[in-house]
């Protein structure tokens, strides 16, 4: 599907792209990561030719893209950036509308184009139509600029940063929502990240460049199990596995652990709880040092008007330190049937949680080695 040959790029003496050789195939999701500077962002306007190598060559199915009008090659590549690119003063129907328009599609076809993207991203049309992109949130305003670079079907979409402005949950679900897409309508996808993180959730592919060229090039899984070398373990840092398991606690916590001061209003702590999501929160001192817990049963039996968290019963926890053997804290949670653990440091700050669900989700397929671990 994509292909460089041999591809350079320079600007004076400064060669941001070397020599790089790269096959990206039809159907994957690619994503490049590395360090900045490392040419992530340049290898990717170098497929659509925002910009022109100095050397080498770029294959679009078979075809060498220099011999394609840029316009045109355009036209068929989606174009996804972090800052979106909406037009502010045209409508979501309109903005969603601009390629085919280009492209002469009758007034018809635009239309039901547009409703069926709006409804793949369950966004209602009769709600969203004929909004302007002021009156969006950035997640939705996300999903219109997706939504443009798909509208004339194009075979691959090229994604630069796009939920890097993102807050961390609206960053999720945008997340989820190209994984969901991609597999459901299979686009080639080249994405560009400097998050691990990212990279790891939505990859079939991540490409780790340094300096203008790849220093490995391997499934999510390959990558975590096997580095290449020392800079791609330094890289991947926390999510590295050693020998079929995660070493330390801070390897399979997550860090988005939800806490609130023992000052906090009752009224405000079950307001955060709902927001959240959450059946208990994790209780601290002013100085964030971990005191207890306490969970929705206590909340709803003990809590009057008036009341902080702090005036409620709280629940003794363990913790766990952040660098304790990930194996143990594994182990402490079955043994003791616990839902939680906390992650502290050497002051007793919280600094996330350890559950079940997060260390499967840091272990990904690799199973733990010892034979008496049983979930």
């Known amino acids: 599907m994509i292909r460089f040959e041999n591809v350079s790029m320079a600007y004076g003496t400064n060669e941001v792209i070397r020599n790089l050789n790269l096959r990206i195939e039809e159907g994957q999701l ?18 659509n030719r925002l910009l022109n190598p100095t050397e080498g060559k770029v294959y679009l199915n078979g075809k060498d893209t220099q011999t394609i009008d840029p316009v045109q090659l355009r036209r068929g590549i989606g174009y996804v950036i972090q800052e979106i690119g909406l037009f502010p003063h045209m409508t979501i129907e309109q903005n969603i509308e601009v390629i085919p328009k280009l492209l002469g599609w009758p007034a018809e076809k635009r239309r039901a184009r547009t409703l069926d993207l709006l ?21 939705q305003q996300q999903r219109i600029g997706l939504l443009r670079a ?11 940063e796009p939920f890097g402005a993102l807050d961390p949950i609206t960053r999720e ?18 994405f560009v990240t400097h998050d691990m993180d990212e990279a790891i959730k939505i990859a079939d592919v991540i490409i780790l460049m340094k300096d203008g060229k790849i220093v490995q090039q391997a499934s999510p899984e390959q990558l975590l199990s096997a580095p290449a070398n020392e800079f791609v373990e330094q890289f991947i840092g926390k999510h590295r596995i050693y020998n079929g398991k995660a070493d330390k606690v801070e390897d399979v916590m997550n860090k988005r652990a939800f806490s609130v001061p023992k000052s906090t209003g009752i009224a405000k702590c079950i307001a955060l709880m709902e927001k959240h999501g959450v059946s208990g929160v994790l209780v601290t001192d002013e100085n964030d040092v971990f005191l207890g817990y306490v969970g929705i049963a206590e909340i709803r ?30 182990d402490m949670l079955i043994e003791q049937k616990l839902d939680i653990l906390a992650v502290v440091d050497d002051g007793g700050h919280i600094q996330g949680v350890v559950s079940k669900t997060s260390m499967v989700k840091s272990l990904a397929r690799v199973v733990w080695k010892r034979e008496d671990a049983h979930v």
């Open 30 to 47: 690619a994503v490049l990561i590395g360090p900045s500077g490392c040419g992530k962002t340049t290898t990717l306007q170098i497929i």
């Open 119 to 139: 409804k793949l991203v369950d966004l209602d049309p009769d709600t969203y139509l004929k909004r302007y992109p002021s009156k969006l949130s950035g997640g």
């Open 150 to 160: 798909l509208a004339v079907e194009p075979p691959v979409i090229l994604m630069d």
């Open 173 to 190: 679900a945008m997340q989820d929502e190209i994984k969901q897409l991609q597999k459901k309508l299979k686009k080639t996808v080249v």
């Open 301 to 330: 039996d003990e809590a009057k008007i008036g009341l902080t968290v702090g005036d409620l019963k709280l629940e003794h926890l363990p913790t766990v330190h952040l660098d304790s053997p990930a194996q143990g804290a594994f």
